[in-house]
Nanobody, 127 residues
């Protein structure tokens, strides 16, 4: 199982980025994909998650209305469109896979519940 993130970079406040997470060796039928943000010196925080099997999505309050998660099942890829970026969005963004067990969505923002992780992509938002 492998997850590879891309799309990070340096952007000014108010700008946009689109992150991609390509998954290999498993299918979205069995797993949901989440995005996590780790700011310098802080723990990883759940940003958003998607169950491509049924299309359900989940967002942290801090990004709701600014970020959009989506998936392309044919490409085994999950995207995170980030608009209206703020300096506090700076950090490393990781995608991760969680087994779609019953009520998995109740734990979507809990990093320790995820089974597989990518290496992350750096996002820097300048003020």
């Amino acid at each position: 199982v492998q997850l590879v993130e891309s799309g990070g970079g340096l952007v000014q406040a108010g700008g946009s980025l689109r992150l991609s997470c390509v998954a290999s060796a498993f299918t979205f039928d069995s797993y949901a994909i989440g995005w996590f943000h780790q700011a310098p010196g802080k723990d990883r925080e759940g940003v958003s998650s998607i169950s491509s099997h049924d299309g359900n999505t989940y967002y942290a309050d801090s990004v709701r209305g600014r970020f959009t998660i989506s998936s392309d099942n044919a490409k085994n890829t999950v995207y995170l469109q980030m608009n209206s970026l703020k300096p506090e969005d700076t950090g490393v963004y990781y995608c991760a896979a969680i087994s779609r067990t019953v009520d998995w969505w109740r734990r979507w923002a809990l990093a320790y519940r995820y089974d597989y992780w990518g290496r992350g992509t750096q996002v820097t938002v300048s003020s």
